[in-house]
């Protein structure tokens, strides 16, 4: 419970709803649909004291250890969230060159889970701890004089591609088939990993990957 409440007042807290404009009214109503969600927030305290407590509740999950985690080894759990864009640092991303930018959003979205957060051209995806930025091709621009965007023309020909790690290869693997994905082959043992691959709409590759030895 401590952690599902810390969750909500992390992505909920006073200065992004009332920011933001999650709720509407003045930060009274503000307060008190707050409350409804994160009763750690009382609904009668000011914009400032409901956001120290986000900010708390925030620290509290943020630097929570994870039980059974070696030395040294970091987690997405003991990590402060990642925002696009960032306010400080940078993220990573990923950008695809697409043939239809709505449909690539939906086999991201369908197969993966993810969440567009900006639609249109480009569209962005956030998925797990990243964002994919899907957007048609184009001729060159003044930033890239010499460039020509555009999807893969043979996909058996790969310079690069997505590399997805997961806990439970054959878990996602039955998953994300069951919603669509279309695999090159099941799971295949490598001694030190499991992986197998799939396509996306356009044909780009986006490996699917579970570490067995993490050893150097």
């Known amino acids: 419970m401590e952690r599902h409440l810390g969750l909500q007042c992390t992505r909920l807290s006073m200065e992004e709803a009332a920011l933001g404009g999650v709720f509407p009214g003045d930060s009274t109503e503000v307060a008190h649909a707050l409350h409804q969600i994160c009763p750690r927030i009382p609904s009668s305290v000011t914009?400032?004291?409901?956001?120290?407590?986000?900010?708390?509740?925030?620290?509290?999950?943020?630097?929570?250890?994870?039980?059974?985690?070696?030395?040294?080894?970091?987690?997405?759990?003991?990590?402060?969230?990642?925002?696009?864009?960032?306010?400080?640092?940078?993220?990573?991303?990923?950008?695809?060159t697409v043939a239809d930018v709505n449909r690539s959003a939906e086999f991201y979205v369908r197969v993966l889970g993810g969440t567009v957060v900006r639609s249109g051209e480009p569209t962005i995806i956030q998925i797990a701890n990243s964002w994919l930025i899907v957007n048609v091709g184009g001729g060159p621009t003044d930033d890239k004089p010499s460039v020509t965007l555009r999807p893969p023309v043979n996909p058996n020909e790969v310079s690069s591609f997505l590399n997805i790690r997961v806990a439970d290869i054959r878990a996602c693997y039955e998953q994300w088939?069951?919603?669509?994905?279309?695999?090159?082959?099941?799971?295949?043992?490598?001694?030190?990993?499991?992986?197998?691959?799939?396509?996306?709409?356009?044909?780009?590759?986006?490996?699917?990957?579970?570490?067995?030895?993490?050893?150097?």
């Open 47 to 96: 914009l400032t004291e409901s956001r120290n407590v986000g900010v708390a509740c925030r620290r509290r999950e943020t630097h929570q250890p994870k039980k059974n985690q070696r030395e040294g080894e970091e987690t997405m759990s003991n990590r402060e969230d990642y925002q696009l864009p960032p306010k400080e640092g940078f993220v990573l991303t990923h950008f695809l």
């Open 177 to 216: 088939r069951s919603r669509g994905a279309e695999f090159l082959t099941e799971p295949k043992d490598h001694g030190r990993e499991i992986r197998c691959y799939m396509r996306d709409p356009d044909n780009y590759l986006v490996e699917v990957g579970q570490t067995t030895d993490f050893r150097a």
